[in-house]
Structure formats: C-alpha cells, structure tokens
C-alpha cells in the first residue's frame, strides 16, 4: 500500500519567516502530487500541483517535486497569521493518497 | 456556483441504525470519492467511482456501501453503523484530466455513533 509520510508538526513560525513542509511517498510510479490547505473545522482546499521535478512557484507559495528522491515539499514565503492551517500532501497513481498532515501556526 | 454539498453536516445516531449521507456535485465530474478524516491519520479513502455504475473499495471499504446511479450523487450508505465510524468524512469530486485528479471537497459531514 502506498504511503505518504510529512514531517510530524506542529510547525511554528514566525510571521513573515518561510514554513517548510516536507512530504516523501513510497509508490515511484506516483505521477502528480497536491498540497492542500485545512483549517480547522473546514473541508481541504487545493493550493498546489506538481507533476513534473523542479520548482513550481504560486504567489507565496512553492512546489517542489524530486521523483528520483520520492519528495515533495512546500515553501510558504512571508508566513502570514492566515497561512495558520493543517497542510495535506496528496499523491496519485491510480487513486489519490494522503499524508496525515503537519499544522502551522503562524506567530503574529 | 460550482461546489460540492453534502447532507447532512452533523449527524449523531446509535449503533445498528441505518444511516445515508448524501453528495451532489453540479460540476459534472466523473470522478467521485468518499473520504474519512480522524485525528492523526490524515484522509483516508472509503470508496471511489469513476463514472456512473463504477465504483470500486478504496482503503477502508468495511462497513460502508455507495451508489453511482447517476453522475451528479453519490451516497454513502451506512447499514449498521458502530461506534468505530464516528468520523469526519468528506465527498469529493474531480474532472477526469489525464492523470491530474485535483479533488474538491464538500463541506464535510461529523458523525457520532453512540
């Protein structure tokens, strides 16, 4: 069975400092790979694709896929107090799996 | 507006009472998926469907049964819940792009099984 692994948080940053997220997966014939943002007592949003190695940047954010290595990660770029949520890796083959999430808190 | 709902949003119940919980999507998405969320286990799949008649086990099938009968629904039926299904579970849905599946997710549904 596919697994999909994130660095056990909580992770806390400062406002305006860079949140790291890390995600490794198991299966290498995974092809696309999701970030999704939680907040708390909301239902997940997509903020990130990837589906080819290297950088992909979004306003504050950026993706960063390594298939050779089976990582995926996330870089939120001036941490802001709204970015404080549960961020979920997914990746897909056949069917999409997901990580179990690490929790930023953005300190103001 | 493009979104998925689910019905209903809380639902408290006992052991062995039959239960559904519905999902639309007005998107018409082929791709349909039910999800259960619990704390320090991420989202975990309970079925999927492909299209309309098409469904097939995800990782955590027991206990749970779907329909696809048509493309816009997809219940997820509960025939004797027990309390090891008080979850928070999640529909989603997604346009069938190559190998893409970016998902969207209904509000969610909190169900307590006493």
């Known amino acids: 069975q596919k697994e999909v692994e994130q660095n056990s948080g909580p992770l806390s940053v400062p406002e305006g400092a860079i949140a790291s997220l890390n995600c490794t997966y198991s299966?290498?014939?995974?092809?696309?790979f999701f970030w999704y943002r939680q907040y708390s007592g909301k239902s997940p949003e997509l903020i990130m694709s990837?589906?080819?190695?290297g950088d992909k940047e979004d306003g504050r954010f950026t993706a960063q896929l390594n298939k050779a290595s089976q990582y995926v990660s996330l870089l939120i770029r001036d941490s802001q107090p709204s970015d404080s949520a549960t961020y979920l890796c997914?990746?897909?083959?056949?069917?999409?799996?997901f990580g179990a999430g690490t929790t930023v808190t953005v300190r103001a | 507006e493009a979104q998925v709902t689910q019905n209903p949003r809380y639902l408290i119940t006992v052991t062995g009472k039959k239960l559904t919980v519905t999902c639309s999507q007005n998107m018409n998405h082929e791709y349909m998926s039910w999800y259960r969320q619990d704390p320090g286990l991420g989202l975990r799949q309970i079925y999927y469907s492909m299209n309309v008649e098409v469904t097939d086990k995800g990782d955590v099938p027991e206990g749970y049964k779907v329909s696809r009968k048509e493309k816009r629904n997809f219940p997820l039926i509960l025939e004797s819940p027990s309390p090891n299904q008080t979850s928070l579970y999640f529909c989603a849905s997604s346009p069938d792009r190559g190998n893409s599946y970016e998902q969207y997710f209904g509000p969610g549904t909190r169900l307590t099984v006493t």
């Open positions: 299966d290498r014939v995974s092809q696309s």
């Open positions: 997914a990746v897909h083959d056949y069917k999409l799996s």
């Open positions: 990837i589906y080819s190695n």
